[in-house]
C-alpha cells in the first residue's frame, strides 16, 4: 500500500423519528473518520434501503434524499479504505437481502483473518459482492445458524483483528466490539431511543452528554426499546488505539473515559518535562491536531503558545495525497508561516506524529524562512516505525520514515536544531489505567497477522 490513510466512522439510530436525518448529523461529527465514501441504510421495520456514494456526507446527502429515506431505525457509515478499493461495492453500510430477511453491516476496523473466512465461505457457495474485508461479517452471520444474537456471536468468536460494527434488521441493531478493545464504540440514550458513534462528539451535537462504552467482546443489543448485553467471549484484553488519543479522534471526544485534548495536553506537557535544559522563546503547535499538545506543553513549560502558523482549513489531511509531491504542494498550501511571531525566535515546534517526515520538513523550511533563529521539534508520540493492520491504511514498512533512519538522521532529514519524541512508557504513563495498542511504534501486534503480516517484509 502506499498511502497512509485515517479510519472510518460508523453511527447507528435506534428508534427515533426520521433516523435517517439524525444519522446524516452523527455521519458529518465523524467526518474527520473517513472521507472517501458515506453511506446509510434505514429501516422502516419492513424492509431496509440504503443509499451511498464517494466524497463527503454533506456531497453525497441532499436534504430530499434523507427525507425519502423513511423509516426509526438507521446504521450509516464514512470510509477511508484499510481493505478492498474504493470501488462503490466496497462502500458501506453493507446490505443483503435474504430468505431470512435484510441485514445492513457498517464496520471499523480491520479482519485479518479475511482472506482464510472468504476462502472457506466461498468454498460453501457465498459470492461476494466486493473485494473489502467488512463484507466477511456479513456472509459469515449470514453463514452460521440460529437466531440472529446466536448467528452474529458465532461469527465474532471466528473474526480476529479489530472491529467496532453495528448489524441492523427490520427492527433491531446489534453493536459488537473485538476481544482487543482496539476500536472506540460508544452508545448513549437519545430521546425515545438510542444512538451508537464510533466516537462521542457526534453524541455532543445532539445535546447528549452521558454515554457508554462498550466493553471488549461485548454485544450490545437495541431491541423493543430496550439495551440487552452480551459477552460473547471472556478472552479479552484492553488494547485502545493509541493514534485514536494521538491523531485520529476530535479533540472533544472521550475515548474509554479520557477526553482526547486531555490526553494531548498531558502528552505535550511530558515532552516539556524532558526539555529543563532548552532555552527557547515560544511554542508553536502545528495546526490542527498538535495544538492541544501545543498548549499542554507551553503550560508546563512557562513559554508563551503562539500562533506561529496559520493553517488553511480547505486543505485536506496531508498525508492522504498519493505522490510525495501531491504531499509537498499541499503542506505549502496548507500552512503559512506568521512572520511577525516567529521572527528572530527560537521556536519549539510541536506536531502530533511524523510519519514520512514530508510536513515536519516543510514547517521548519517555512518557520525559518520567515526569520526563526532556531526550531526545536518535539513529537507528541513514539517513532512511528510499523504499519498498522487494525483500521488505519498505512504505509508499507519502507516509507515509513522512522523505520529507515534513527532520530539524529530524522532531525538532519527535516533540518532541525534538534529533535526528540514521546517514549512508549511515555504513552502508558498518559493514558493511566486505559490500556494501550502501540504497535506501529513498538511492533508488539496484539493479534495474529495471518496474511498481512507478509507485509511487514515489504
Ligand atoms: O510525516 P508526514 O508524512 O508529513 O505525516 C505527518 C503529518 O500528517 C498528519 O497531519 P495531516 O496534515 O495529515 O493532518 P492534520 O491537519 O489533521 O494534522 C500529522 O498530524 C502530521 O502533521
Ligand atoms: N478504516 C476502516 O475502519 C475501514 C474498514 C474496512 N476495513 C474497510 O476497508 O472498509
Ligand atoms: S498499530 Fe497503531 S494505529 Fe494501529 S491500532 Fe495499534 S496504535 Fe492504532
Ligand atoms: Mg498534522
Do not use: W
Not at 498525508?319 to 503542506?331: G, L
Request: some cysteine; hydrophobic content about 35%; proline content about 2%.
Amino acid at each position: 500500500m502506499a498511502e497512509i490513510h485515517e479510519e472510518c466512522g460508523v453511527f447507528g439510530v435506534y428508534h427515533v423519528e426520521n433516523a435517517a436525518m439524525l444519522e446524516y448529523y452523527g455521519l458529518h461529527s465523524l467526518q474527520h473518520r473517513g472521507q472517501e465514501s458515506s453511506g446509510i441504510a434505514v429501516s422502516d421495520g419492513e424492509t431496509i434501503n440504503s443509499y451511498k456514494g464517494k466524497g463527503l456526507t454533506v456531497d453525497v446527502f441532499q436534504k430530499e434524499k434523507l427525507s425519502a429515506m423513511k423509516g426509526n431505525t438507521a446504521i450509516g457509515h464514512v470510509r477511508y479504505s484499510t481493505a478492498g478499493g474504493q470501488e462503490a461495492e466496497n462502500i458501506q453500510p453493507i446490505v443483503s437481502k435474504g430468505h431470512n430477511g435484510c441485514l445492513a453491516v457498517s464496520h471499523n476496523g480491520q479482519i485479518d483473518n479475511d482472506v482464510e473466512l472468504r476462502l472457506e465461505l466461498e468454498n460453501h457457495g457465498a459470492i461476494f459482492q466486493g473485494t473489502g474485508d467488512s463484507e466477511v461479517i456479513l456472509h459469515q452471520i449470514q453463514y452460521e445458524r440460529g437466531t440472529l444474537l446466536e448467528r452474529i456471536t458465532q461469527a465474532a468468536r471466528k473474526l480476529d483483528g479489530a472491529f467496532s460494527f453495528l448489524v441492523m434488521d427490520e427492527d433491531r441493531i446489534y453493536a459488537v466490539r473485538d476481544r482487543y478493545g482496539i476500536r472506540p464504540l460508544s452508545y448513549a440514550p437519545c430521546r425515545q431511543g438510542y444512538v451508537i458513534s464510533s466516537e462521542t462528539c457526534a453524541f455532543e451535537v445532539m445535546g447528549i452528554y452521558e454515554s457508554y462504552d462498550l466493553k471488549p467482546g461485548e454485544i450490545v443489543e437495541f431491541s423493543k426499546d430496550i439495551v440487552k448485553h452480551y459477552q460473547y467471549t471472556n478472552d479479552i484484553s484492553h488494547h485502545m488505539c493509541a493514534m485514536e488519543y494521538i491523531y485520529f479522534a476530535r479533540p472533544d471526544s472521550v475515548v474509554e473515559g479520557k477526553n482526547v485534548h486531555t490526553f494531548r495536553k498531558e502528552s505535550g506537557a511530558v515532552l516539556a518535562r524532558k526539555d529543563q535544559d532548552l532555552h527557547a522563546d515560544i511554542v508553536v503547535g502545528v495546526p490542527d491536531s498538535s495544538l492541544s499538545a501545543a498548549i499542554g506543553y507551553a503550560e508546563e513549560s512557562g513559554l508563551p503558545f503562539e500562533t506561529g502558523l496559520f493553517k488553511n482549513r480547505y486543505v485536506g489531511r496531508t498525508f492522504i495525497q498519493p505522490t510525495q509531491a501531491m504531499r509537498d504542494q499541499s503542506v505549502r498550501m496548507k500552512l503559512s508561516p506568521v512572520e511577525s511571531v516567529v521572527s528572530g525566535k527560537s521556536v519549539v515546534m510541536i506536531d502530533d506524529s511524523i510519519v514520512r517526515g514530508t510536513t515536519s520538513r516543510r514547517i521548519v523550511q517555512l518557520l525559518k524562512s520567515a526569520g526563526a533563529k532556531e526550531v526545536h521539534v518535539r513529537i507528541a508520540s513514539p517513532v512511528f516505525a510499523y504499519p498498522c493492520f487494525y483500521g488505519v491504511d498505512t504505509s508499507t514498512r519502507a516509507e515509513l520514515i522512522g523505520a529507515r533512519l534513527n532520530v539524529e538522521e530524522i532531525c538532519d532529514y527535516i533540518k532541525a536544531d534538534s529533535l526528540r519524541y514521546l517514549e512508549v512508557e511515555d504513552m502508558r504513563e498518559v493514558a493511566g489505567q486505559i490500556g494501550l495498542c502501540l504497535a506501529c511504534f513498538d511492533g508488539k501486534y496484539v493479534t495474529n497477522l495471518y496474511t498481512h503480516g507478509k507485509e511487514l517484509e515489504d
